[in-house]
Nanobody, 119 residues
Framework: QVQLVESGGGLVQPGGSLRLSCAAS????????MGWYRQAPGKQRELVAA???????NYADSVKGRFSISRDNTKNTVYLQMNSLKPEDTAVYYC?????????????WGQGTQVTVSS
């Protein structure tokens, strides 16, 4: 079983920064994607950023230029550097690992960490 442990959430003022970390353990296959999703009250869970093992990244339009995703392949850890935070970034952030197989994909989720941006 794949286990994901998140850390780094908290309360920050608008314009501030936070760095989220997610460490994965267990059986991680070669073809996989690590990423971050978020969910605010009353909203659908949305993809924030994702990164493949080769380094290719994708970002939601709302965070481009402000957030940066990176990974340490040796430690199976993914990071999300969040700068210039806005109140609308307030949400529970979830780490995700997606294992890619020829017939199906498997998703694993972290426990979630609260990010609150408020003055």
């Amino acid at each position: 079983q794949v286990q994901l442990v998140e850390s780094g959430g908290g309360l920050v003022q608008p314009g501030g920064s936070l760095r989220l970390s997610c460490a994965a353990s267990g059986s991680i296959f070669s073809s996989y994607v690590m990423g971050w999703y978020r969910q605010a009250p009353g909203k659908q869970r949305e993809l924030v950023a994702a990164i493949r093992s080769g380094g290719t990244t994708n970002y939601a339009d709302s965070v481009k230029g402000r957030f940066s995703i990176s990974r340490d392949n040796t430690k199976n850890t993914v990071y999300l550097q969040m700068n210039s935070l806005k109140p609308e970034d307030t949400a529970v952030y979830y780490c995700n690992v997606k294992l890619l197989f020829t017939d199906r994909n498997y998703d694993y989720w972290g426990q979630g960490t609260q990010v609150t941006v408020s003055s």
